[in-house]
Nanobody, 127 residues
């Protein structure tokens, strides 16, 4: 497990880009799968993307495929979400999360399989 802190959110016009970062601190980063979720006001938390501990397996929700890219740099204990061609419907608080690890370098957790969460970073896309 780890303490997670998101950064990189902000206000951007439709069609623009942002890169979110999720830094792990306080504990050894370790071989954990990680993911991004988002929540808009009045809506349920939504899965966005996930990446296995080894960084070679990824998963995306359909609405962001081709626009968002998840990646990680284990040497820096950091995960990223590159968001391009942003749309107003991408507006939400974005949260990073990780699982407990131990399931191999190619494992992608189920949607309810994350154990540690950051506090979120706001992304606002204006039309």
């Amino acid at each position: 497990q780890a303490q997670l802190v998101e950064s990189g959110g902000g206000l951007v016009q439709a069609g623009g880009s942002l890169r979110l970062s999720c830094a792990a601190s306080g504990r050894t980063f370790g071989p954990v799968a990680m993911g991004w979720f988002r929540q808009a006001p009045g809506k349920e938390r939504e899965f966005v993307a996930a990446i296995s501990s080894g960084g070679r397996s990824t998963d995306y929700t359909d609405s962001v495929k081709g626009r968002f890219t998840i990646s990680r740099d284990n040497a820096k204990n950091t995960m990223y979400l590159q968001m391009n061609s942003l749309k107003p419907e991408d507006t939400a608080v974005y949260y990073c999360a990780c699982d407990f690890g131990g399931r191999g370098p190619d494992y992608i957790p189920p949607r309810n399989g994350y154990a540690v969460w950051g506090r979120g970073t706001q992304v606002t896309v204006s039309s």
